[in-house]
C-alpha cells in the first residue's frame, strides 16, 4: 500500500532534550516536506526537500534540522525542543519538485508535546 | 505566494450541494488551484487541482472563472462523512511547481442530518 508513515505517534518530552520524528514514504516521490499544525495558524511548512541531499527552509524553520540521506526518509530533528514546538506535525511527500501537479500525501501526523 | 481567502465556517444538510469559495485576487499565470480536504487528527488529502474554467472528478468539482481570481469548490450531495476543514491553495511552477504549499486556516464544513 502506497503510503507516509510517520513514528512515533505521540511523544511527550521534555525541554531540550533532543528527539528525531522518522519519516518515510514508499512511492519512489521525489518531493517531501514537514508541516507543523496550530490551531488558529493552519498548516505551516517546517522543511522541505527537493530530492536526497537537497534540503531548504519553509516558513517556520526556526528550533528544526532535517537531513535527507536517502528518497525514501526524512526525518526532523528537534535538537533542544522548547514548549513552543509542541504542535502536531504531519510529514508529506509527493512525486517531484517543479511540476505544475502537486498532489501531496499526508502522514498521519504526530503530536508532540514538550514540557 | 499567493494569498487566499476563505470563509471560516459553513452550514450543510446531508444531500445538499456544497460550494466553498476561495478568493485569491493577487494569483499568478503560472498557479494552480488546489483543494485539500482534513479530518480531525489526520493529514490532508488531495481532492481536486485546476488551472481554468471547470475540472471534475468523482468527488467534487472546481469552477474557475476566466479572471481566475477566484474559485469555488463543489461538492455534490453532501454526507456526514464529508465534515472536515476544506483548504484552497494557489502554486506553480515558478514557486516549487506548488509543492512549497501555504495552507491558510481553511473552511470548517459542518454537515448535519
Known amino acids: 500500500e502506497a503510503q507516509v508513515t510517520q513514528n512515533p505517534r505521540y511523544l511527550i518530552t521534555v525541554t531540550g532534550k533532543k528527539l528525531t520524528v522518522t519519516c518515510s514514504q514508499n512511492?519512489?516521490?521525489?518531493?517531501m516536506s514537514w508541516y507543523r499544525q496550530d490551531p488558529g495558524l493552519g498548516l505551516r511548512q517546517i522543511y522541505y526537500s527537493m530530492n536526497v541531499e537537497v534540503t531548504d527552509k519553509g516558513d517556520v524553520p526556526e528550533g528544526y534540522k532535517v537531513s535527507r540521506k536517502e528518497k525514501r526518509n526524512f526525518p526532523l530533528i528537534l535538537e533542544s525542543p522548547s514548549p513552543n514546538q509542541t504542535s502536531l506535525y504531519f510529514c508529506?511527500?509527493?512525486?517531484?519538485?517543479?511540476?505544475?501537479?502537486?498532489?501531496?500525501?499526508f502522514g498521519p501526523g504526530t503530536r508532540l508535546t514538550v514540557l | 505566494l499567493a494569498k487566499t481567502t476563505q470563509p471560516i465556517s459553513m452550514d450543510s444538510y446531508e444531500g445538499q450541494e456544497v460550494n466553498i469559495t476561495c478568493s485569491h485576487n493577487n494569483i499568478a499565470t503560472n498557479d494552480y488551484i488546489t483543494w485539500y480536504q482534513q479530518f480531525p487528527s489526520q493529514g490532508p488529502r488531495f481532492i481536486i487541482q485546476g488551472y481554468k474554467t471547470k475540472v471534475t472528478n468523482e468527488v467534487a468539482s472546481l469552477f474557475i472563472p476566466a479572471d481566475r481570481k477566484s474559485s469555488t469548490l463543489s461538492l455534490p450531495r453532501v454526507s456526514l462523512s464529508d465534515t472536515a476543514v476544506y483548504y484552497c491553495l494557489v502554486g506553480g511552477i515558478l514557486t516549487g511547481g506548488g509543492n512549497k504549499l501555504t495552507f491558510g486556516t481553511g473552511t470548517q464544513l459542518k454537515v448535519e442530518l
Open positions: 512511492m519512489n516521490h521525489e518531493y
Open positions: 508529506a511527500s509527493s512525486l517531484r519538485y517543479g511540476s505544475s501537479y502537486n498532489e501531496q500525501f
